[in-house]
């Protein structure tokens, strides 16, 4: 085998020339497996219309899995499923799929009023959807500051929560216990005139 690099005198470096045609090959081949070309090459002005890139991406993400999956049914469960139990009147499918991501921000934005004007909905559903487990009986339980005046006896008023600074209210003093002033002989009432 012999390889020759043949340069030419007016294109100048020789050494341009082929990284350009790798550089033309690669993104070529960019095109013809993922369908563009953003997500493995860093060309100037691609950032833009990244949205679309990766719609045409998901385009053939999801046509490549239904294609594999047609095979993978006709060719592996298909011969399976006969060889094992037979000629069946129905068989099972191979299903290759990615599931759709949900905004979950905008869902909370979006049910929180329905539900303060309403609306019903199971509280199953909504920690399903939120991925979060039901509480164990005992648990410490997260509540909203409204209803701390709501929560049994007993409980420790919630702690605060983005920040808010906690209410205290003012009680009576103590029966027994004198201030400062009255140990002293001061009168509260009557302001001290000068100070010694």
Do not use: C
Not at 111 to 132: C, H, K, N, S, Y
């Amino acid at each position: 085998m012999q390889i020759e690099f043949i340069e030419s005198g007016n294109l100048g470096p020789a050494s341009g020339l082929y990284r350009e045609s790798v550089d033309w090959l690669d993104q070529q081949i960019s095109k013809a497996v993922l369908g563009q070309t953003a997500t493995t090459d860093a060309v100037v002005g691609g950032l833009g219309s990244g949205k679309e890139h990766r719609a045409v991406q998901k385009d053939i993400e999801t046509a490549d899995a239904k294609a594999l999956a047609a095979i993978l049914n006709r060719d592996l469960i298909r011969p399976w499923m006969q060889l094992n139990f037979g000629p069946l009147k129905r068989y099972p499918r191979l299903k290759i799929e990615q599931p759709e991501q949900e905004d979950l921000k905008a869902l909370a934005e979006a049910i929180v009023p329905l539900i303060d004007r309403g609306l019903e909905v199971e509280q199953a559903t909504i920690m399903g959807r939120f991925g979060l487990p039901e509480p164990k009986p005992g648990a410490k339980l997260l509540r909203p500051q409204s209803d701390a005046a709501s929560a049994p006896t007993g409980s420790p008023p919630p702690a605060p929560l983005n920040g808010q600074s906690a209410v205290f209210e003012r009680s009576a003093p103590l029966a027994g216990i004198t201030t400062a002033l009255q140990a002293e002989g001061a009168s509260a009432a009557k302001p001290r005139e000068g100070v010694e």
